[in-house]
């Protein structure tokens, strides 16, 4: 089945970090680019991070640039995203999401919330 | 940064008839343009690319027209499974990759 799933996710103090990942399977992992797109509680979505199919280009938001970092493994098939000096307003579900252009395939989400 | 404004921010129809949402960019995005539907606990769903072209599995009764700035989705036929919140999204100009507020379409 052709799928992603991320995982990760969780409750946190502001300030602290977090590593999401986003396991693909049913597709050739190494020929797309890669997304992070958030949306907070209510809210509409917003991207946040591209990576390339070999990992040599990345992109960010500006909210969320110098704290964040996306990498993948090729090798493991698996997207990541290291949180770090994370605020209150990183709050959201966290989306993978595959595609060079338009976004043809999400995973489901993993939810990390950030509160004193 | 491309901003992608929608309108309306509501749209209330009943089963059967047409919805037509409207989505507008700040500059030109050609046609690199996408519309998503998101239902509640649910990830988004491509359901267009390129401002006209259907997703695979997208039922026809979805349709996209448009270019530049100005672009439409239109719903033909309403089924229930259709009320939703959508998303329009230009990847022309990038980063970022800029959605829109997003179209409420609940039933009336």
């Known amino acids: 089945e052709v799928q992603l799933v991320e995982s990760g996710g969780g409750l946190l103090q502001p300030g602290g970090s977090l590593r999401l990942s986003c396991a693909a399977s049913?597709?050739?992992?190494?020929?797309?680019?890669m997304h992070w797109v958030r949306q907070a509680p209510g809210k509409g979505l917003v991207w946040v991070s591209r990576i390339n199919s070999d990992g040599s280009s990345t992109s960010y938001a500006d909210s969320v640039k110098g704290r964040f970092t996306v990498s993948r493994d090729n090798a493991k098939n698996t997207l990541y995203l290291q949180m770090n000096s994370l605020r209150a307003e990183d709050t959201a579900v966290y989306y993978c999401?595959?595609?060079?252009?338009?976004?043809?395939?999400w995973g489901k989400g993993t939810t990390v919330t950030v509160s004193s | 940064e491309i901003v992608m404004t929608q309108s309306p921010a509501t749209l209330s129809v009943s089963p059967g008839e047409r919805a037509t949402l409207s989505c507008r960019a700040s500059?030109?995005?050609?046609?690199?343009l996408a519309w998503y539907q998101q239902k509640p606990g649910q990830a988004p769903r491509l359901l267009i690319y390129?401002?006209?072209t259907r997703a695979t599995g997208i039922p026809a009764r979805f349709s996209g027209s448009g270019s530049g700035t100005e672009f439409t989705l239109t719903i033909s036929s309403l089924q229930s499974e259709d009320f939703a919140v959508y998303y329009c999204?230009?990847?022309?100009?990038?980063?970022?990759?800029?959605f829109g507020q997003g179209t409420k379409l609940e039933i009336k």
């Open positions: 999204q230009q990847y022309s100009n990038w980063p970022p990759d800029t």
């Open positions: 999401a595959r595609g060079a252009s338009a976004y043809s395939l």
């Open positions: 049913g597709f050739t992992f190494s020929s797309y680019w």
């Open positions: 500059q030109s995005v050609s046609s690199n």
């Open positions: 390129g401002a006209t």
